[in-house]
């Protein structure tokens, strides 16, 4: 079990922190409509049960990551220690930097949901995880290139974290509708996704741009051929074939959400037909992005050349 705690836990910090973020930032930059209809729920006790949990989880991976760079079982990690590796290694002052906006990102939540109050969360949120990539393989590099190379892989999370959060918005909205087709808001959903689409893709290039350019800075592209015999090099392709699996269901909802957006607007039954297309596309992705996080939590764990 020690063996899998670490990429446990990076798995659980990343999903809930990508996961917090999008759907926070989601619905304030694309859900407007949705929420004039009345019809857009808050989620305010799922949202701030994660933000609650995610400095419990961050503190917990901060100390099993010192533990191994100490070569000790974590209770056996003395307070002065934890203290040391805190105040001047680039890992704990992430974690301090992450710690403090995720507190703050608790106390944001927990005013009357508002529009600014979450967009202070979302934005928050964003900056906690903008610290992920000052440690790991980011971290290896330092000067400009370094700050490029934490820069790059911070857009990347961040681009990810909102289309995590579009396909859980929708993923939800979408099972909700099933249940109740004949429902005028369905016609606003369904046209929500529509014009989803140049966003969409706009997050898949930014994903794709700053995926490449992050392996490049890793490993080098011109290494790629070698790499690929390595577990990291494995790893990475499974992560990549994933992702494209992920842009194949994007694109059947894509092709879907217009075709049941025009349907339903000229009150044809065929509507509700769709329903239950896009609501197995949507959790298969969703699947799929869970099996991506999975795979991103063990690669910040190895070595490209091992």
Not at 96 to 120: M, T
Request: aromatic share 6%; hydrophobic share 60%.
């Amino acid at each position: 079990m020690d063996d899998w705690l670490h990429p446990l836990l990076r798995f659980a910090h990343y999903a809930l922190l990508l996961g917090l973020f999008g759907l926070l930032a989601f619905r304030e930059l694309c859900l407007g409509r949705l929420a004039a209809t009345g019809s857009l729920p808050e989620l305010r006790g799922i949202v701030f049960t994660g933000a609650i949990v995610a400095p419990v989880i961050s503190a917990a991976l901060i100390l099993v990551a010192i533990a191994e760079m100490m070569g000790q079982q974590v209770a056996a990690l003395e307070w002065a220690t934890i203290e040391v590796m805190v105040a001047s290694t680039n890992l704990g002052w992430a974690f301090a930097a992450r710690l403090a906006l995720l507190i703050a990102a608790i106390g944001a939540l927990a005013l009357p949901p508002k529009p600014w109050s979450r967009a202070a969360a979302a934005i928050l949120l964003g900056l906690a995880i903008a610290t992920l990539p000052w440690s790991g393989h980011a971290a290896a590099n330092e000067g400009v290139l370094g700050l490029l190379h934490r820069l790059n892989d911070a857009l990347h999370l961040l681009a990810s974290g909102l289309w995590l959060g579009a396909i859980g918005w929708f993923a939800y909205l979408v099972l909700a509708a099933h249940r109740q087709p004949d429902r005028p808001v369905t016609a606003t959903l369904l046209e929500t996704m529509h014009r989803f689409a140049p966003l969409g893709a706009t997050l898949v290039g930014i994903v794709a741009v700053t995926g490449i350019l992050n392996a490049h800075l890793v490993f080098g592209l011109e290494m790629s051929i070698a790499v690929l015999g390595t577990p990291y090099g494995v790893l990475l392709a499974i992560k990549i074939a994933l992702v494209g699996a992920m842009l194949l269901f994007a694109a059947r909802n894509a092709r879907l959400g217009p075709r049941a957006a025009r349907e339903s607007l000229d009150g044809r039954l065929t509507a509700a037909s769709l329903l239950p297309q896009l609501r197995s596309s949507l959790l298969t992705e969703l699947s799929l992005a869970a099996l991506v996080i999975g795979c991103v939590a063990l690669l910040g764990l190895m070595s490209p050349m091992a």
